[in-house]
C-alpha cells in the first residue's frame, strides 16, 4: 500500500537558520503530494501541495518540489522564524472513492530558537 | 477558516463507556474523514464519508462506528471505549470543486481511563 516516511524529529534551529526536511513516499500511479503544518492545539492547515512530476508548491516562504524519480517531496525554508515552530506533515493522495484519501507520514516536530 | 466544529473539544471517559465525538460543517462539502493522531503515527484514516448515509473503513476502524444523516454531520462512535482509543481525533472535510484538498477541524483530545 501507499506509504510515506518523513524525517525523525525533533529538528532544533536558530532563527534565520535554513530549514530542510526530508519526505519520501511509496505509491502506485500519480498521487498528489501535500505538507501540512500543525500548530499547538490547533488541527492541521494545508502548507503547500504538489499534483504532478516536477511542480513546485510554495507558500509563506516554504517550497517543496514533486521528484517523480526520487519518490520525494522534501519541505525547505531559506530562513526560519520562531513563528515557524511547529509540527509538519507530509502526505500523498490517491482519488478514489473517498475523494482524496491521505496517507500521512509521522511528523517531524521544529524547533526554532531565537 | 473552513467552517468546521468538533464536539466535545476534550472529555475524559471509562473503559467499558460509549463515547460519540460529533463533527460539523458549515461548507456542504461531500467529503467528510475522522483520523486518530498518536505520537510517531501522524494521522491515520478511522472511517470516511462519501455522501449521506454513504460510509467505508478506513486504516484502522476496529472498535469505531460512524454515521451521516445529514450533509453537516458526520458522527464517531466508540462503543466501549478502550485505553488504547485515548488519543486527539481530527475531523477533515473535502469537496471535488474545491481540489479535494481536506480542511480539518480543531480536534477532540479524548482520554479513556
Known amino acids: 500500500g501507499d506509504s510515506v516516511t518523513q524525517m525523525e524529529g525533533p529538528v532544533t534551529l536558530s532563527e534565520e537558520a535554513f530549514l530542510t526536511i526530508n519526505c519520501t513516499y511509496t505509491a502506485t500511479g500519480y498521487p498528489s503530494l501535500f505538507w501540512y503544518v500543525q500548530y499547538p492545539g490547533e488541527g492541521l492547515q494545508l502548507l503547500l501541495k504538489?499534483?504532478?512530476?516536477?511542480d513546485k508548491g510554495s507558500n509563506k516562504g516554504f517550497e517543496a518540489t514533486y521528484r517523480k524519480e526520487t519518490t520525494s517531496f522534501h519541505l525547505e525554508k531559506g530562513s526560519v522564524q520562531v513563528s515557524d515552530s511547529a509540527v509538519y506533515f507530509c502526505a500523498l493522495s490517491a482519488n478514489n472513492n473517498a475523494g482524496n484519501m491521505l496517507t500521512f507520514g509521522g511528523g517531524t516536530r521544529l524547533m526554532v530558537k531565537p | 477558516d473552513a467552517g468546521i466544529t468538533q464536539s466535545p473539544r476534550h472529555k475524559v471517559t471509562e473503559t467499558g463507556t460509549p463515547v460519540t465525538l460529533r463533527c460539523h460543517q458549515t461548507e456542504n462539502h461531500r467529503y467528510m474523514y475522522w483520523y486518530r493522531q498518536d505520537p510517531g503515527h501522524g494521522l491515520r484514516l478511522i472511517h470516511y464519508s462519501y455522501g449521506v448515509k454513504d460510509t467505508d473503513k478506513g486504516e484502522v476502524s476496529d472498535g469505531y462506528s460512524v454515521s451521516r444523516s445529514k450533509t453537516e454531520d458526520f458522527l464517531l462512535t466508540l462503543e466501549s471505549a478502550t485505553s488504547s482509543q485515548t488519543s486527539v481525533y481530527f475531523c477533515?472535510?473535502?469537496?471535488?470543486?474545491?481540489?479535494?484538498?481536506?480542511?480539518f477541524g480543531p480536534g477532540t483530545r479524548l482520554t479513556v481511563t
Open positions: 504538489a499534483t504532478k512530476a516536477d
Open positions: 477533515a472535510i473535502s469537496e471535488r470543486l474545491a481540489g479535494y484538498e481536506q480542511y
